[in-house]
C-alpha cells in the first residue's frame, strides 16, 4: 500500500519553517499577489513562482527586476516589460491556472554557464529512513530548470560539488551537510504528515556556497 502523499507545496514549506534551524536554509517564500511580487522583486531582484501542485517544472516562472526593467522566464522563453503593470498581466497569461507561490530567487552555483541542483531521495523501509539516491540535475543550455524531464543532465551528487564549487573537498563537506539538514528535515516532515513513507528533497547551492531547501516531495520522480 502506497504510504500518504502531499501535493501543497505551501502546507510542507510551513512545516519545515518551523523549525529555526531549517527554516535558514529555505528562501523566502510567499503566496502569489501583485503586492507580495512587487515586494519581493525590490527585495531580491529576482523570484520564481511555481504552482501549489505539479512537478516537473511544469508552470514555474523566473520573474526578474532590474534598472527598472521587468521581465519574466518561462522555459527558454524571455518576455521585458517597462513597467510593473505590464509585466504583471502577461505573467497571468503565461500562469498554467493554478494558485502559485512565490520564492526569493537564488543564484545557483552553475557549470559552463548551467544551474545545478541536487535531488535527495529516501524511503521508509523496516521503520526506518534509507538514502536511496543523491543526485546532481544540471540544466539544459539555455534553461533555468534543471528537471530531467525538461533536458537536465544527472550526475552524481559528489562529480556536481566538486565541478560547480571548484574548491578541493567541498564535495565530501556539501554532501554531509546536505545528509544532516536531511535527516532533520525527515523528522519534522514525519511529525507533521504520519504516513509518508518516501521523500524527495531539492537541494540549491548557490555561488557563495550556502545550502538551500527548494522543495519536498512526497511522491519523487
Request: net charge positive.
Amino acid at each position: 500500500m502506497a504510504g500518504r502523499q502531499l501535493a501543497n507545496k505551501w502546507l510542507k514549506t510551513e512545516a519545515l519553517l518551523r523549525n529555526a534551524d531549517v527554516a535558514a536554509h529555505i528562501p523566502q517564500t510567499r503566496m502569489f499577489s501583485a503586492e507580495s511580487l512587487r515586494s519581493m522583486l525590490h527585495q531580491f531582484g529576482m523570484v520564481v513562482i511555481k504552482p501549489l501542485r505539479g512537478g516537473g517544472g511544469y508552470g514555474v516562472i523566473k520573474v526578474s527586476c532590474a534598472r527598472g526593467i521587468y521581465s519574466f522566464t518561462y522555459m527558454s522563453s524571455k518576455r521585458s516589460f517597462s513597467s510593473f503593470e505590464a509585466m504583471f498581466r502577461a505573467l497571468n497569461r503565461a500562469k498554467v491556472g493554478r494558485r502559485y507561490m512565490i520564492q526569493q530567487g537564488i543564484h545557483l552555483a552553475r557549470i559552463g554557464g548551467r544551474p545545478i541542483d541536487y535531488r535527495v531521495k529516501v524511503v521508509k523501509q523496516d521503520g526506518g529512513w534509507v538514502y536511496r539516491s543523491m543526485v546532481g540535475r544540471l540544466a539544459r543550455p539555455g534553461l533555468f530548470v534543471t528537471n530531467l524531464c525538461k533536458g537536465g543532465t544527472q550526475l552524481t551528487a559528489r562529480k556536481g560539488l566538486e565541478l560547480s564549487l571548484r574548491r578541493r573537498g567541498a564535495g565530501i563537506k556539501k554532501r554531509k551537510e546536505m545528509r544532516n539538514l536531511t535527516n532533520t528535515c525527515i523528522a519534522i516532515m514525519e511529525a507533521a504528515f504520519p504516513g509518508i513513507d518516501q521523500l524527495g528533497f531539492d537541494y540549491g547551492i548557490d555561488q557563495s556556497g550556502k545550502l538551500w531547501i527548494f522543495e519536498v516531495n512526497t511522491r519523487p520522480q
